[in-house]
């Protein structure tokens, strides 16, 4: 099967400017994450999406980011405006279904650098 | 929230030698991932086991979920399993919540 797919690779950004990074989960997995993982650290859950509702957002900086996942499907996550400590690596992650049954297969992740 | 913690946090072995890494537990979980990141930075799913004992090849991995913790056993290393290993866990449908790695250098 395909894996999880993401987009771009890697950005560079200034401060407050806006960026956008993209996802498209493994064929008919419901579940999709995305994660926060800074330099030296384990990954963090931003936020949750079954199918098309949101989960999980309790940890998703309200103020600047934003995520949608329209048809259940694929997802974007934004950033804006972008703050020097957003500089991380961003993974998608997908599962067929929430709950403690399912494994996690994440993508290659989004290297984003914000000077 | 779950806390995770993991241990050793580095650990560097030659070629050839075994490794066992462990993962601790706040709470009780029941999913519970082991992964692998490689150089390159892509999380890799090695395990999913909420408890008992799985092997695939070279790895295999131990959770005794009563005590809480988890263990990774790499067995006669090769230079491509370095890179940083994690493990998570979560209760139900809550987030999973990842520890801080153990970072793997296998040595030539």
């Known amino acids: 099967e395909a894996g999880v797919a993401q987009s771009p690779r890697y950005k560079i950004i200034e401060k407050r400017q806006s960026v956008a990074f993209w996802c498209n989960p493994i064929s008919g997995h419901a579940t999709l994450y995305w994660y926060q993982q800074i330099l030296g650290q384990g990954p963090k859950l931003l936020i949750q999406f079954q199918n098309n509702g949101v989960v999980d957002d309790s940890q998703l900086p309200k103020d600047r980011f934003s995520a949608e996942r329209l048809k259940g499907v694929d997802s974007t996550l934004k950033i804006q405006p972008a703050k020097l400590e957003d500089s991380a690596v961003y993974l998608c992650?997908?599962?067929?279904?929430?709950?403690?049954?399912?494994?996690?297969?994440f993508g290659s992740g989004t290297r984003l650098t914000v000077v | 929230g779950i806390q995770v913690e993991q241990s050793p946090p580095d650990l560097i072995l030659q070629e050839g030698a075994n490794s066992t890494l462990r993962c601790n537990f706040s709470d009780s979980v029941n999913n519970l991932q082991w992964f692998h990141q490689n150089p390159w930075g892509q999380l890799i799913n090695l395990f999913y086991?909420?408890?008992g004992t799985k092997q695939n090849g070279r790895l295999s991995a131990t959770t005794v979920a009563t005590e809480r913790y988890s263990l990774l056993y790499i067995s006669s290393s090769q230079t491509t399993d370095s890179g940083v290993y994690f493990c998570a866990g979560a209760r139900g449908a809550q987030k999973l919540v990842f520890g801080q790695g153990t970072r793997l250098t296998i040595n030539p």
């Open positions: 086991i909420p408890s």
């Open positions: 992650a997908s599962s067929l279904n929430s709950g403690a049954d399912y494994g996690y297969t």
